[in-house]
């Protein structure tokens, strides 16, 4: 069953091809999504990674989180539900 995984503090130039391969180094990733402002298109600096597994998502937040990418310090966990608003 793939795990989400929330990526935070992405440089705004990150696109989602750049994302996956820096996930693929810890497993199989089977989707990759950059969340974009609605009405300007601009990456709004965080996304969300799915992996195949449980252990290949534990190894790719424990490698990730506090990683350097593009000369920011990414946020990397599980990604928590999403609350209604």
């Known amino acids: 069953m793939s795990q989400s995984i929330y990526v935070g503090n992405l440089p705004y130039s990150t696109r989602e091809e750049e994302l996956r391969e820096v996930f693929e180094a810890h497993g199989n990733v089977e989707n990759v999504k950059i969340i974009r402002d609605r009405e300007t ?45």
Request: charged fraction near 30%; hydrophobic fraction near 30%.
């Open 41 to 85: 298109g601009r990456s709004r600096g965080f996304g969300f990674v799915e992996m195949s597994t449980e252990e290949e998502t534990n190894a790719a937040i424990n490698a990730l989180n506090g990683s350097d990418l593009g000369g920011r310090t990414l946020k990397v966990s599980l990604s928590k539900p999403r609350e209604n608003r």
